[in-house]
Each structure stands twice: as C-alpha cells, then as structure tokens.
C-alpha cells in the first residue's frame, strides 16, 4: 500500500511538473502580421502553464535580431531587468475568462513620465523607423516578480512576413496560401542550412515529396517523387494545386486539408558508382483561410 | 467715324471674349456588345499582393501559370457570351473554376467593373480590368483571394484573354 501511495505521488508529481512546464496557447489577428501591421492583438491561453491562476499576467518579450532585443514595454528607462518589469508589460484580462490575456496595439503607455502609443510591433521594439529589422520575437509570460515564468528560449514566438525580400532555403509562392490556391515551393541550395546533409549541393534529380495534413497533423496523403524545375533564380521548384495534387481517401476532403509538409531529395554517385538517396529536412506550413 | 469705329472694334473684342461653346460628349460606351463572342485565355498569372505592396522582385511577386500543369494548361480554357445574355464555358483540361452555363450580364452598364455569372441561383463575380483594350480584342478578368478576418486582398489572379 505503501509502494502504490509513494508510487501514485511520483506520478501526479509527474503530471504537475508537465503542467508547469506547458507552454501558453496564443493567436494573433490578424493571422499575418508584419512589423507595420496596425491593429494587432495577441490573445494568450494559459490553461495549463505556469502562470495559471494568476490575475496579473506580465510579457516578457525579445527580438532576438535587435540589440537591446526587449520590448520597450518591460522597462521604463535605461535598459531592460528581469528583477524590475514595467507594469506597461501587464497583459490585458480577456473580460470572462481569467485564463485568457490579451495584449493589443494600438497601446498608450506612460514611459518615462511621458505618454507613448505603440501602433504596430515594429514601435513595440524601438525600431519604427527601421522596421526591416525585425524579423521575429519571442515571449514568456510571468508574475511581475518573476517567480512564475512560462518556457523561454523562443518555445513561444511570433513570425512576421517580410517588408523586404530576403532569399530563402526553402520559400512557397505565395508566401502564404490557402489550400485552393496554387502553390509553388522552392528549395536554395545555394542557402543550404548547416544543420542538413551537405552532400544536397552536389544532389542531382531533385524531386518532392508533398504531404497534406489535418490541423493536428494526421497525414491525409503524400505524394512523392514530384518532378522538380531548375529556375532562373537558381532555385528548385515545383507547383502543386492541393486540390489536384491526389484522390483523396474516403470521407476527407479539401476542408481537412490545414497544412502541408514538404521534403526535397536527391540523389549523390559515389566514386564506385553507387548512388545515394539524400534528403533535406520536411518543411511545414499552414494553409490560411482565405474568401 | 471714329467713334463709331473704336464701339465696332470693342464689340468685336466682347464677342471673341464669349466662351467656346462645350461640344457635345460623345454617347456613352456600350460594351456589353464588346464583350459578346469567344474569348481564349492565353494567360493566367498569379500575384501575392503582400509582396507586390512591397516592391518585392518581380519573381517573388508574380508567377505565370498558363503552362504550369503540363498536361492541364490553362489556354484550353475559353468563354462565349452570348447577345442573348446566355454564356458558356469550356474549362478543357485546365483547373480554372468557373461556372459552365448560365446567364451573364454587365454590374453597371454604364461604367462596367465585372460580369455576374448566374446559373441555377447561383452567381458568380468575375472582375473586369481596364476595358480598354476591349475594342481591339482584349480583356483581363481579375480574381482576388481576401484574409477571412481583415477583408485585405492576399492573392490575385489575372485572367488574360483574347478574342477569337
């Protein structure tokens, strides 16, 4: 009896220890944002996170691409301290819902005994006037002492499209579209990144694999060995319609569809005359829900 | 004499001062007539709006389709309207969505910005680019693809076709 009880105690000890590590659900609407986008709200879950239960929700949130990278919401003046947080950085309440926080822009703080308004993400960093810069940021939420803290290290993040063109490993044309659009994906060899196997720069026979999913990733079908096109940009690409791309099993239809997986490979002769299949890693993206 | 002369000069002068008079404007365009017969697609290019507002590279902003999908090229697709306010479409191999038969008709006649196709109560809306070239046999429909939640444009799609 002993045994069971110390036994029961190491597992819900287990499950306590996965709910304070969850990391906070969060969307962002618009779905697409870049760093000029006006009227931005970021609605944050944290059911099952660290700082579940507490009324005051702060953010703490970095550009990793900036230096200072904090968001001039966490400090007043000087530089950004983990240990002195500004209360500008206290997340809304989503009225109803004590699990829901929402931080939304436009937003007037008082900054230094002076009222400042943040228009877009771009304002939110300090770099308004250069807002190419930002590429991404990354976030946790915490209690305004810091004893509370959701997962750091970009766990949780937020991705804005491009306001300048910057070539890519791997690109989709559009940028992003949905799943009755057309699309073409691109591999950059030339940008190969280092954690892939190498020898993909000497591959030849490009093809594809596409693979459509649900929103919870459950293969609806793949289609493999897809005829790539080498391009006057020096990319490899090839064009797919979702719809067209396979028969679709029974009961699942282009509705289903919510993302798409895509691995390029290739094939390498060794000096004995054997060839070997190599691969880049799967690229992931979601359909957008567009009218 | 003379003063008779300087009141002629004077009148001369007040009437070459009269406003030339506006001529008549021409009568409005018809271009339901315009439109009416064959068109062939010769061209299908799609556009991401975000990175055309970007000034992105021309590659990174448009990509012609019409030969993408061998096999399913998108010139096989043509549309007759009909004077008779009756239209058919022939899709051939290519993906292009559009309704097969119906009715079509101007959303404006004056100043004309798309043709409702309607076919078994339902319609649809294809935009119209610049008429202008309608008389020398060309036309462009426009289909834009908008965000659910902002209502802004993400994608487009250009239609160009050619009178047959």
Not at chain 1, 65 to 89: F, H, M, R, V
Not at chain 1, 172 to 196: H, Q, R
Not at chain 2, 72 to 91: C, E, Q, R, V
Request: glycine share 6%; with cysteine.
């Amino acid at each position: 009896m002993k045994k069971l009880t110390i036994l029961l105690i190491i597992v819900l000890g287990a499950f306590g220890l996965k709910a304070q590590t969850d990391v906070p659900k969060f969307t962002v609407s618009p779905s697409e944002v870049d760093a000029l986008t006006e009227k931005v709200t970021i609605t944050f879950d944290v059911t099952g996170s660290a700082v579940e239960g507490l009324t005051d929700v702060y953010i703490w949130a970095w550009a990793p691409s900036l230096s200072p990278s904090e968001t001039l919401l966490d400090y007043d003046q000087g530089s950004a301290s983990w240990g002195s947080i500004s209360k500008n950085a206290k997340l809304d309440p989503v009225a109803g819902n004590p699990n829901k926080f929402k931080l939304s822009l436009p937003k007037t703080v008082t900054r230094n005994g002076v009222s400042v308004t943040f228009n877009n993400i771009a304002e939110l960093f300090g770099v308004g006037d250069t807002p190419g810069k930002i590429k991404e940021f990354g976030f946790l939420l915490r209690s305004q002492d810091g004893s509370k803290q959701t997962p750091g290290d970009l766990k949780t993040k937020v991705s804005l499209l491009p306001l300048e063109f910057t070539p890519a490993y791997f690109r989709t044309f559009p940028a992003k579209v949905s799943n009755k659009d057309v699309v073409t994906a691109y591999l950059n060899l030339s940008l190969i990144e280092s954690g892939e196997d190498q020898k993909l720069k000497i591959a030849s026979k490009i093809t594809a694999t596409a693979t459509l999913m649900t929103a919870t990733g459950t293969t609806i079908l793949a289609v493999d060995k897809i005829a790539t096109s080498y391009t006057s940009e020096k990319e490899y690409a090839f064009t797919f319609l979702p719809e067209m791309l396979a028969a679709f099993p029974a009961g699942v239809s282009l509705k289903d569809v919510a993302k798409c997986k895509i691995e390029f490979s290739g094939e390498v002769s060794d000096q004995k005359g054997g060839v070997t299949t190599v691969k880049t890693k799967a690229f992931e993206f979601s359909f957008q829900s567009y009218e | 004499m003379k003063n008779i002369f300087a009141v002629l000069l004077i009148s001369l002068l007040a009437f070459s001062c009269q406003p030339d008079e506006i001529p008549a404007i021409g009568d409005k365009t018809d271009y339901k007539p315009m439109l009416e017969g064959t068109w062939n697609l010769v061209k299908f290019e799609q556009v991401d709006a975000d990175a055309e507002s970007k000034s992105f590279p021309d590659f990174a902003t448009r990509k012609d389709l019409t030969t993408v999908f061998p096999g399913h090229l998108y010139t096989s697709f043509s549309i007759t309207f009909n004077a008779d306010g009756t239209f058919s479409a022939n899709k051939g191999t290519s993906y292009v969505q559009m309704m097969a038969s119906g009715t079509w008709a101007l959303d404006d006649t004056d100043y004309p910005s798309a043709i409702i196709l309607t076919s078994s109560g339902k319609t649809q809306k294809i935009a119209l680019g610049s008429l202008a070239d309608v008389v020398v046999g060309k036309v462009q429909f426009k289909e834009e693809r908008k965000q659910v939640e902002s209502g802004k444009v993400k994608i487009k799609y250009v239609y160009s076709l050619t009178k047959k």
